[in-house]
DNA sequence: CGGACCTTTCAAAATATTTTGAACGAACCG
DNA sequence: CGGTTCGTTCAAAATATTTTGAAAGGTCCG
């Protein structure tokens, strides 16, 4: 458990402005942080969740500098953090009129972004499995032929091709379940949403 | 990506015969690694998933020296892991008539270890972060007051007030579907892979 | 007791991951 | 053009995580 987060120096002006004084308010800190730790859980990088959290927060597109200021991170973390939740389609730049520097702003759909993220990686950690599991119910029944003499091993081969198989099909369970995720969230998330917690609205 | 897995020895010898000449067979190192694989991913060390599914695997209980000949890992590993995973409920400790070393057999329920894990580990996290945005939610809303005569500011704690409570309710939906899930385990994950899957047989 | 066995522990070593910041490369401006 | 201002890249440094193996602690004989 890391808590590099909490290293940084405590900020002394309340506001963000978009200009020079940049720090973040403790409820701001307290939100980005958070969902770092989410997002490191989940296997993405802590400053990816505190990057993206800070521009869900904010009012107006920020630049790269405000990112580095308000998170204390070099110029090249916040760019190499950037590129990578572009990839994911979780930030995207925009123009501001008459600037000269890139803007960036946090996608708000956050069913969007989720969809988007599980579909792609978790589902590639998920087929590869699938296939690796396939491939080796295909070795075992293969070795189970030449073993036609052998009881001790088949029996030894049938209990690991049925347990192999278990294997299989949680994870096309697992696919399964993410590909109806998927597609409720294809359509719209707030139904789903409401349906299960009973009110309230996403933004 | 790492693939420490691919480093080992090619087994030279067929069979594991729980003695001596210990070695995986293809298909058991192509299983253990892809398990192993699909474990980090999900946040767990690789050797748990390779030293789990190893026992998944056999048709016998095996003890710690089996296991590090398998893997080719240290016996402090294998005491670390097995350790881990008994906490986890994923591996047990079992007595083996006459013999004095401690043999350890895998949780052969999937979905019973599933929800364990599920249960206890991604709870945690997300109560965590409920929390977090629980009380952050209550700063901004103090906040809010202190803010009567700034109307930028006070726009800008009230769009940070609305995309907190997206993430909130993210939470606690993602909450509740855990508990859905977990609930359907308890009872019996069968039906719900038959369902879903249309046939087979989970182990 | 004393010696074989086993297991656990833990500091040090090996690895892997993340971050930094200086160097480079555009784009723009005058 | 030369001077700025940004953005990106990437090797090196900082961190974090995982693994090792030797030491220490038990337990079970004889």
Known sequence: MTSAARKRKKPTS????????????EPEIAVTDAVGR???????????????AVMYLSPHPL???????LLQIS?????????????????KKVWVQGERKDFFVGE?????MISRVLGERERAEIVSAVEAFEHAIESLEL?????????????KIDLQVRRVR??????????????????????????????????????
């Open 63 to 69: 630049t790269a500098a405000d990112l580095k200021d």
């Open 108 to 112: 708000v759909a956050l069913w969007r």
């Open 14 to 25: 309340k506001e963000v402005g978009r200009a020079e004084g940049l720090s973040l308010t």
């Open 143 to 155: 070795k189970r032929r030449d073993a036609r003499t052998d009881d001790a091993l088949r029996a």
């Open 166 to 203: 278990a294997l299989l099909e949680l994870s096309k369970l697992g696919r399964t379940l993410l590909d109806a995720l998927l597609a409720t969230a294809k359509v719209d998330a707030e139904p789903l949403t409401r349906f299960l917690l009973g009110g309230g609205r996403s933004e």
């Open 38 to 52: 989410l997002m490191e859980f989940w296997g993405f990088k802590r400053n990816m969740g505190r990057v993206w």
């Open 75 to 91: 110029s090249g973390a916040v760019s190499m953090t950037l590129a990578e939740l572009t990839r994911w389609g979780v930030v």
